[in-house]
């Protein structure tokens, strides 16, 4: 496996994992690793930061072949929600798993997720606030200011 780095709006480093021209995860690290991604991935991803529009990204690499029946429900869900959109972890669970009492399974399902930020996990949140992120709730604020959701004080999303 190979590892790739691109730096991000987040100031923090994302971090890709390749297997065989094959993405087989996505992380966001504090320090760099690996070798700098070049070509059309480093292009695409920076497409993505200057424009905020995630089609410029080829969800096609990401090796999903590891993934269960109910991660791979939760994956395209997740990809084809939009920049900016926010959902509640029970209506995630509602809407995939017919029951809203599923959302601390989906919360676990969220936070195994290999692909950070494509796969966007940090568009769920909790209902009285922002919820729970697997590399720290400081980095998916930011994230959801830059897809421009308002936080409010209480740093809920509005």
Request: aromatic letters at 14%; glycine letters at 6%.
């Amino acid at each position: 496996m190979s590892s790739y780095c691109i730096d991000t709006p987040f100031d923090r480093w994302l971090i890709f994992y390749t297997n065989k021209n094959r993405i087989e995860a996505i992380s966001f690290e504090s320090a760099r690793q690996g070798k700098p991604l070049s070509g059309d991935l480093k292009a695409s991803i920076y497409k993505v930061f200057e424009s905020k529009n995630f089609s410029y990204f080829d969800y096609n690499l990401l090796d999903i072949s590891g993934l269960s029946e109910k991660q791979l429900k939760l994956h395209n869900f997740l990809i084809s929600t939009k920049v900016g959109e926010v959902f509640c972890y029970s209506d995630v669970a509602l809407a995939l798993f017919s029951d809203k009492r599923f959302a601390r399974a989906t919360a676990r399902l969220l936070s195994i997720n290999r692909f950070a930020f494509f796969v966007p996990c940090h568009r769920v949140v909790a209902k009285n606030g922002v919820g729970g992120y697997s590399k720290g709730i400081e980095l998916k604020k930011r994230i959801l200011l830059w897809e421009g959701v308002k936080l409010n004080r209480g740093q809920g999303y509005v």
